[in-house]
């Protein structure tokens, strides 16, 4: 009876143990620190951030949507 009180007892601290350092192994794992792969730029038109991956291009400059790659940028001849 004894020895099988022995095995329980060493089962459950192989068990803390195991948790202990799955515990102390995750912090890093979980924050993985990321490169900032994702350039940001600026729309030509209306000025917002956002990911390069997203933008459009026109005539050399970037924009955050279509509609704006359509109007140009914010400084052309249709200024008021
Ligand atoms: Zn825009």
């Known amino acids: 009876m004894g020895k099988l009180l022995v095995l329980i007892l060493l089962i459950v ?16 794992a979980a924050a993985p620190a990321k490169p900032t792969s994702d350039e940001l730029v600026r729309c030509a038109q ?20 279509d509609e704006h790659a359509k109007i140009g940028p914010m400084s052309g001849p249709g200024k008021r």
């Open 13 to 28: 601290a192989a068990v803390w143990l195991v948790r202990r350092a799955l515990r102390r192994a995750a912090p890093p």
């Open 46 to 65: 209306c000025g917002v951030l956002l990911p390069r991956a997203e933008a459009r291009m026109s005539a050399g400059a970037l924009y955050c949507s």
